[in-house]
């Protein structure tokens, strides 16, 4: 290759890199940039298929949801959030809130050594350790909480922790998604 063709394709190869960068940002201008978390919001929540923490033996379904509105949340013993979730979620149970764990990419050892430390808040967790449920749930990290009905419907979709701020509206949408006179839209209103 001659020396003048080598310096043209030095000059042209970073040129076309750059114009069709500029023509892809173009392309992106005005479109919706926010990360879309409510992708599941008054669609049923998806169908699983999991082992249980406590027992992987055990496979569990959604036929074994509670019989009424709960919290699902997804947590995990490498997620430092989780930590300081844990407590506040310590509270609900003692309140008697309805919570399902989804353990999320998660070493069985270290999931159940962490729950052995600091207490089990859920009725049980179920353990999703490749993280494929964590993609159907359209999860973005943990923690992550759900709010689904009695009619397997995801009402709310809460990104991080669950704590003292953010759960008067949480308990507000929960006592709404219970409220059996209020139709699916009410109670995805409520919930927003």
């Known amino acids: ?18 114009v069709g960068l500029i023509i892809m940002l173009f392309m992106r201008l005005g479109k919706e940039t926010d990360v879309q978390t409510s992708q599941l919001v008054g669609k049923p929540l998806p169908a699983f298929s999991l082992p249980l923490l406590s027992d992987p033996a055990r496979t569990m379904t959604n036929s074994d949801l509670p019989k009424e509105p709960f919290l699902l949340n997804v947590w995990g013993s490498w997620c430092q959030t989780c930590y300081v979730e844990h407590p506040f979620l310590m509270e609900l149970h003692a309140k008697g809130v309805p919570m399902i764990g989804v353990n999320y990419k998660d070493e069985l050892a270290n999931a159940l050594a962490y729950i052995d430390k600091y ?8 353990q999703d350790y490749e993280g494929k449920y964590g993609l159907e749930l359209g999860l973005t990290g943990a923690p992550e909480s759900m709010i689904v009905g009695t009619d397997g419907v995801v009402y709310k979709h809460v990104l991080g922790e669950i704590g003292e701020k953010n759960w008067p ?21 409520a919930c927003e």
């Open 1 to 18: 290759m001659a020396k003048s063709n080598k310096r043209l394709l030095t000059f042209i190869i970073p040129l076309v890199i750059f």
């Open 119 to 126: 207490q089990n808040p859920f009725i049980y967790t179920i």
């Open 169 to 189: 509206s949480l308990q507000a949408c929960m006592t709404s998604v219970a409220d059996e006179s209020l139709t699916k839209d009410a109670k995805l209103a």
